[in-house]
């Protein structure tokens, strides 16, 4: 195993570390402070996991989803001043849901570009209770096409639902397999202190809640979030000279990145391929290949996934390759995703348990699985001997798609 961790991702490419990771935690309605002060909260959280000084970051990428929900333009930069890391270089990052994992590919890229040996990512959201549910409902529609869906009364849960709808006639896919997602998401978020909604659920409790566009209900959808995740990037070389324990802790690669886009009208993407997420699959393709992974379902260990509805979840098993199109509601009935499964998933509880602050979420997810791989995550919910971990995200209907894989070396 320790040889070919040596071999993953390398393809003569600069390599790089995880130095520390942090988040703050994720509530319905955070009253302590504003955005920037849980980004403040994330990033000390992400430096003293990584033992680092704030004076030896080279750079920063700042990713959120919208200006409007913050109330505030141009708020990358105050995060940048507001950690302290004035006058280096930062750039903000934009892209739905797929915010953080977008960011993270930057990162990598300005890491292998030259542009500096050390980087951090933050991401946040404010979508709280501050933030109505109809005015984030319309904020979130304004990443549709406004010219085409948004007039007619289009929104994201709609869409959604109408793609679940042709994968359950199409694969015979059951609301009850869905809603085991959301029992298996909600109760691994008891096991995690930061998150928002842990919760002990049964499959009827979950078929009983409210209907929000069918075939979803409440508890199919993920949650409204304030939060904030930040990760230290680093090359290796640099990480050797200034991360002063770096030595004395396993060391995490970033190992593949992968990005892809479809076109962002469900109904414009081919029939055959309308009941799957074909963008997805092609970013966990670029990432397998970086890193060198033949069988996702048989090589990686841990993985987080885009869970914004149930559906999603099941969906992205079938386009990330661990089963075949169709199969994803029997991988759900028979646990093969739980934790103690033979792929656990979102342990950390996904943007259904743990919570989704758009901007944050894809980071969030890189801190589990760097947690999951350091073998640093609460008993309850740690996979035993996790040694390759993915992170997956998307925004739209997975209209835009980043996946990533970290390898613990040795």
């Known amino acids: 195993m320790a040889e070919r961790a040596r071999t993953r991702g390398d393809r003569g490419l600069t390599d790089v570390v995880v130095l520390g990771v942090g988040l703050s935690r994720f509530s319905h309605d955070r009253l302590d402070g504003s955005i920037r002060d849980w980004v403040v909260e994330a990033v000390t959280a992400a430096l003293e996991d990584g033992g680092l000084e704030r004076d030896r970051l080279d750079l920063s990428v700042m990713a959120y989803e919208s200006d409007h929900l913050a109330g505030q333009l141009g708020q990358g930069i105050i995060w940048h001043d507001s950690v302290g890391l004035a006058p ?166 970033l190992v593949g990145s992968g990005v892809a886009t479809d076109r962002p009208r469900p109904g414009d993407r081919p029939w055959g391929a309308f009941a799957g997420f074909a963008a997805k699959r092609r970013a966990a393709e670029m990432a397998y290949a970086m890193a060198g992974v033949e069988e996702p379902r048989k090589e990686l260990d841990v993985a987080e996934i885009y869970d914004s509805y149930t559906g999603a979840e099941l969906m992205a098993y079938e386009a990330l390759g661990l089963c075949e199109p169709g199969e994803s509601g029997e991988m759900s009935d028979l646990g093969v995703f739980e934790l103690g499964g033979e792929l656990p998933i979102n342990p950390s509880g996904g943007l259904l348990g743990f919570g989704a602050a758009a901007g944050a979420t894809g980071i969030a997810q890189a801190a589990e699985i760097v947690t999951q791989l350091r073998g640093e995550a609460d008993p309850r919910r740690q996979v035993e001997g996790a040694q390759l971990g993915l992170t997956d995200s998307h925004a739209g209907t997975a209209t835009i798609c980043a996946v990533h894989i970290f390898e613990r070396e040795g």
């Not at 978020?189 to 409440?218: D, G, N």
């Open 88 to 253: 280096r270089p930062t750039v903000r990052v934009e892209g739905g849901g797929a915010t953080g994992g977008l960011a993270i590919r930057s990162a990598l890229a300005q890491l292998r570009a030259g542009f500096g040996g050390c980087a951090l990512v933050v991401g946040a959201e404010r979508v709280g209770k501050s933030v109505s549910s109809a005015t984030a409902t319309e904020l979130f529609a304004m990443s549709s096409d406004t010219d085409w869906e948004l007039p007619v009364g289009g929104h994201f849960t709609a869409y959604y639902a109408m793609i679940m709808r042709e994968h359950m006639r199409r694969y015979g896919t059951t609301e009850e397999q869905m809603a085991q997602v959301s029992v298996k998401n909600h109760g691994n978020a008891r096991f995690h202190p930061l998150a928002q909604k842990p919760m002990a659920l049964t499959v009827e409790e979950v078929m009983a809640s409210p209907v929000i566009a069918s075939p979803y209900k409440l508890l199919d959808c993920s949650l409204l979030s304030d939060g904030a995740a930040a990760l230290v990037l680093a090359t290796r070389e640099w990480a050797r000279r200034n991360a002063h324990s770096f030595a004395d802790r396993p060391v995490i690669r």
